[in-house]
């Protein structure tokens, strides 16, 4: 399994980090299978697979609940996993409480906040207390309501400065990576070059040190349609329909169960069960 100082010296050697999301035994089987660097069980499970319309309403609990079927389909590969809205915000104890039990109940390699300001304290304070933490910025989904849409962050020079900056505080405060989600690719590029810990972009261009995609956007998998960022690797939405509707075609028409798919009994049990 790849760790923290694999991905340091794959920032260096500037070979590129692949991190892809997964929420559950199969996909996180498929992400190791094909050579992911890391899995994201991220907070898009509210979205992807369980049909909110935000990340907001995942809890604590969700996520635990997934990164343990994640665990179990991908044993070999970084785990990665998303503090929820709100449970890194109230206290400190509060923080470190659902911390605590991200990594305890769920074995999480690494925990991801989102923003700076405030959450700088509670990256240096989880990674004190034994946290790896990979920090996230940009488009931080999690404020959506504050930033006022999904809208790429950091176009205008002052912001693009602060977003910076901010990334900066983020290696000083003790982030083992730092998540940068649609930034313009000039932005992304400068904050890959001045961090010496990796940078794994999502709409962010091709100059971070990594790239991260949602499964179900890389594969068309129950999504509707994809941000301009992602390509779609696969489009298994079509053979998923299609097989689903020939069953239950299948069925409807009695074609479906055939003889080989049948048990049946031996004559004499036969005739011993109707005499
Ligand atoms: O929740 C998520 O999938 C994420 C990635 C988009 C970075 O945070
Ligand atoms: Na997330």
Redesign the pocket.
């Known amino acids: 399994m790849k760790t923290k100082l694999d991905f340091l010296r794959m920032k260096q050697n500037n070979e590129p980090i692949v991190m892809l999301?997964a929420y559950d035994y199969p996909s996180a089987k498929y992400a190791e299978e094909a050579g992911v660097d890391m899995i994201?069980v991220?907070?898009?499970?509210g979205m992807v697979v369980l049909g909110y319309d935000s990340?907001i309403p995942v809890t604590v609990d969700d996520m635990i609940h997934h990164t343990k079927a994640v665990k179990r389909g991908a044993a070999d590969t970084f785990i990665v996993t998303?503090m929820p809205f709100m449970s890194y915000h109230v206290s400190k104890e509060d923080t470190m409480k659902s911390a605590a039990r991200i990594m305890q109940e769920s074995g999480a390699h690494a925990l991801?906040v989102?923003g700076a300001k405030d959450v700088l304290y509670t990256i240096s304070e989880l990674t004190q207390a034994g946290i790896p933490v990979v920090a996230?910025l940009g488009l931080t989904?999690q404020s959506v309501g504050v930033l006022g849409g999904y809208k790429v962050q950091g176009k205008e020079a002052k912001e693009a400065k602060q977003l910076i900056q901010d990334a900066i505080k983020c290696e000083q405060a003790g982030a083992i990576a730092v998540?940068l989600?649609c930034v313009p690719k000039q932005v992304a590029k400068q904050v890959a070059e001045r961090l010496s810990i990796p940078t794994?972009g999502?709409g962010a261009g091709a100059d971070t040190d990594g790239q991260?995609?949602?499964y179900h956007d890389v594969l068309t998998y129950g999504v509707e349609r994809v941000p301009k960022f992602v390509q779609s690797f696969a489009k298994i939405n079509e053979p998923i329909l299609q097989g689903l509707s020939q069953y239950v075609s299948e069925v409807k028409k009695r074609e479906f169960p055939k003889e080989a798919h049948t048990f049946s009994m031996k004559e004499e049990q036969l005739t011993a069960l109707y005499g």
Request: charged share 25%; proline share 5%; aromatic share 0%.
């Open positions: 999301t994201l991220g907070d898009s499970l990340t998303d991801k989102e996230h989904p998540v989600e794994i999502i991260v995609l949602v």
